[in-house]
């Protein structure tokens, strides 16, 4: 049997003898300086009704994503990538990744 | 002119000698171990078929507030009752809160 040339894309990563770590990157996409969150807003007055005194309030949408990868700046980088690509719209969001293993 | 008596709901907490001090407390709201996650599953499957590769993804909610408190405790226990009241419920979700000086 001919086994022919494989390209690199189709080899398994583990099978080329990479050790690969579990982390969880933690995605956090937030509104950027200025961008109205009306949402924030309405959870603040109904906190001010209800009593609690507070100066403000923001929120922002968190993602754990689980994966493996080669380095800790591996993960990091592909979860940049998620967050360019789909979790976070660019025009209105900020967004900050942290790493750790699990 | 007289002065008469003003209620201490009227009184800044300042004005009683007590030093505030700014924080920031982030409330974390996230669905309880077993509670299905529609959103972030469909979130999994788009990054999946981007070409991302991940073992799992998990969404929540996390809330940024600004408060003045006289302790870091006091802070942490005001915005612990806040995530009780209002900003999770506790029949599907868990909480966690985190206080920072800002």
Redesign the interface.
Known sequence: MCIGFVPKEFLNTDAQGQVMT?YTATV?VRLKQGVLDPE?ET?RQ??DR?G?????????????????AESASNAEE?AG??AE???ANPTIHDYTVAIEER
Chains 1, 2 share one sequence.
């Open positions: 579990a956090t924030a959870t109904a906190l209800l609690f005194e507070l100066e403000s309030l923001r929120s922002a949408d968190q993602f754990e994503i689980d994966l493996d592909r990538e998620m690509r789909l979790l």
